[in-house]
């Protein structure tokens, strides 16, 4: 055997073992290390969560990123993550993919979230209907002088079409399909940042992105109260009571779903999300706790605090 063929041996033997060793550090790893993708809505809030536990449990890495709840439900049935983030229910062919490929998810309930209607804080419109809303953004009002306010051509922002939100705001809200003249942007972030530019402009946002930690609303935008009909009096979003109580007439719940029942640290991290320090971050954070009809749902999974 000439040298150089001994050497390029010994070199394909080296990184064989080298690969053996870095898939045994993997499989070794993956006790203590949780991925989670999926709902922009929900990627600052599940950070702060994940960050809470590592701090009491250092052995456990959690890392958080979003890409929209299209993403998140994706990666789940492509085996791609432990943990879905998405802030809709996952449809049934979604739910049929995921079988036919081993997968068995399993919707976990988390938190609620009010989605706000924002303005510029210019704007002197203070609420609007859900119809109203739904009008404006399949365009039949096209302007804002139709509903009390100045003769301003509404300019409309949403989310792109991998996103729960949009998902959820085109079911829920406008009842129909979006109006071409939608500018999709790709977060929630972008959208208040777009609104605080431009005088007529309107956009759907979690009310987590609009308030700071002492629950005022962030400068630069207003929030509208909305009305669920015609005959109904306008609530205010900012008010955590009205989203709590129901009176707020946009509110969803927040989503995770795994393969299968967590077991292990997975349960453990989501054990913690339900515990009173969990949902005491949820409320920090602009959202609201889990309400006793879904906290029935999880334990029901066999999933309490």
Request: glycine fraction near 10%.
């Amino acid at each position: 055997m000439s040298k150089h063929i001994y050497i390029i041996k010994v070199i394909v033997l080296i990184l064989i073992l080298i690969i053996m060793f870095m898939g045994c550090a993997r499989r070794e790893a993956s006790d203590t290390f949780i991925q989670i993708k999926g709902s922009d809505t929900e990627v600052n809030l599940v950070q702060r969560l994940a960050e809470s536990l590592m701090k009491k449990n250092p052995n456990v890495y959690i890392a958080v990123t979003g890409g929209g709840s299209g993403t998140g439900i994706a990666a789940l049935i492509n085996k791609q993550t432990d943990i879905a983030n998405s802030s809709r229910a996952m449809k049934d062919e979604e739910i049929d993919m995921a079988k036919e490929r081993g997968v068995n998810p399993v919707a976990i309930v988390f938190a609620l979230d009010g989605l706000a209607l924002i303005v510029h804080e210019s704007l002197p419109v203070e609420s609007l209907s859900i119809d109203e809303v739904g009008q404006i953004y399949k365009r039949e009002i096209t302007n804002w002088n139709e509903v009390g306010g100045p003769d301003l051509e509404i300019s409309m922002y949403g989310r792109q079409s991998n996103s729960g939100t949009y998902i959820y705001f085109r079911d829920n809200v406008i009842k129909g399909d979006y109006s071409p003249k939608v500018r999709r942007m790709n977060g929630t972030a972008q959208i208040v940042e777009a609104v605080k530019k431009d005088k007529a402009g309107i956009g759907y946002v979690g009310i987590g992105y609009i308030i700071d930690d002492k629950g005022n609303i962030l400068p630069g935008i207003n929030s509208l109260k909305i009305a669920k009909d015609e005959n109904s009096p306008a609530i205010s979003p900012l008010e955590p009571e009205n989203v709590k109580s129901g009176l707020y007439p946009i509110v969803r719940p927040l989503y995770q779903y795994t393969d299968g029942l967590p077991e292990g640290n997975l349960l453990d991290f989501i054990i913690f999300e339900l515990s009173d320090r969990g949902q005491e971050i949820v409320v920090m954070e602009g959202y609201y706790p889990v309400s006793s009809v879904y906290m029935e749902m999880n334990e029901k999974l066999g999933i309490s605090k």
